[in-house]
């Protein structure tokens, strides 16, 4: 239940923003995180935002992930 | 550098295989959140370990550990025609005394799937003539979303909307489990979501107290790996620390804005869970100034005293004293199609997770001596 997933801000109007999440355009809360803007990256559960996130790391994150999915794909390494 | 990655995941095994062959006994640690239980055995995880390393899933799954007596509190609203139940997917087929919400709602009652909490009083706004009743269920990630909900229905002054709060924390639960003596840990993986909420410094208690290493991590099999290669270092070394290896997410002290959110709307209350029973202080319920949004004073419930279904064990599950295989139900009676206890019926319960990825080839061998797989 405690799943969240990063997303990044779009656009940000009030206490909501629209955030792009794999892929999908949807609209969250930003009561938790009211210092976010556009271009951020931020964590995102049941329908709030409930983290900023550290681009650097993230970035880190990603690159494993694509790299263990291509590696899945792939078969071998 | 598609390479170099690979190998990094490879060498956080090696180093927990290292620890483990140098720790020269069986070490227990445990995760306590849903989304590490299933993640770890989605990727094979526990097939990996060194044959005297477990990971056993602690109190962490917040459906497993709802007790029945809650369960039954939401039923029976749901099967009265002026309520309308809104509750997260994962509630719908948890069964209590008289079935399910989702049985319910196949007999007429209305019960709706909600991703937000917000949904639940747009819907109570848009319904005036129905009780709109919120599920407020789940650890320190869910909670402040359901405080918001609540503050935004007393700032649109609905008078049809409230809250069945079985929220609950996890630090009360942890200290419960080690103090009851009744599970043996060497160290905690601790939920990196909750800790973005309250933060790593939170568990710093645990280290000093219990003298046990705690590692926050992330929910990815190489950020699993690499906390239990943490945590067996660790017990190795004899140097228990508190690390927090979810930077990304996790700062010292959380999200302090979430936290005073939660403060405002709640105070902290004794608590039921399955398996742990009562603990004090390890619940949520609404202050007085938000009597009127709880759900339990507006309707006049109280959560009864409801056994759990005969012969489910999903409360030694849930606290690292059974596997799931023990429990004569796993697998015949209750089965992820048919489930009898919550650890089956949620995506992130132990039985469910076992049941589908769990191996006979990748189960945990009784170990004797230091026998570490290559």
Known sequence: ?77 | MSQRRIIDSQEYLRRLRDAAEAIGRRVSFMEVCGTHTVNAFRCGLHSLMPSNVRLLSGPGCPVCVTSQGDIDMMIELARRGDVTICTYGDMLRVTGSGGNLEEARGQGAEVRVVYSSLEAVRLAAAEPDRKVVFTGVGFETTTPPTAAAVLEAEARNLKNFSVLVSHKRIMPAMRALLDSGQVRVDGFLCPGHVSAIIGYAAFAPVVRRYDLPCVIAGFEDLQIAAGLARLAEMVRDRRPTLENLYPQAVTRWGNRRAQNLIRRVFRSADATWRGLGAIPGSGLSLRGRFARFDAQQVFGLSAPNSPEPPGCRCGEVITGRVEPSECKLFGTACTPVRPMGPCMVSSEGTCQAWFKYHRPQGSLPAVTGVEVRA
Do not use: Y
């Not at chain 1, 990044?8 to 794999?22: I, P, S």
């Not at chain 1, 609209?27 to 009211?34: A, E, K």
């Not at chain 1, 880190?60 to 792939?74: C, I, P, Q, S, W």
């Open chain 1, 1 to 77: 239940m405690c799943l969240a997933v990063p997303a990044q801000v779009k656009d940000c109007e009030g206490t909501e923003a629209v955030v792009d999440l794999h892929g999908n355009r949807v609209r969250v809360s930003t009561l938790l995180v009211p210092d976010v803007r556009e271009g951020d990256w931020v964590l995102i559960h049941a329908g709030f935002a409930i983290q900023q996130l550290d681009a650097q790391t993230l970035e880190e994150t990603f690159a494993v992930m694509e790299d263990l999915r291509k590696h899945a794909e792939g078969g071998t390494p």
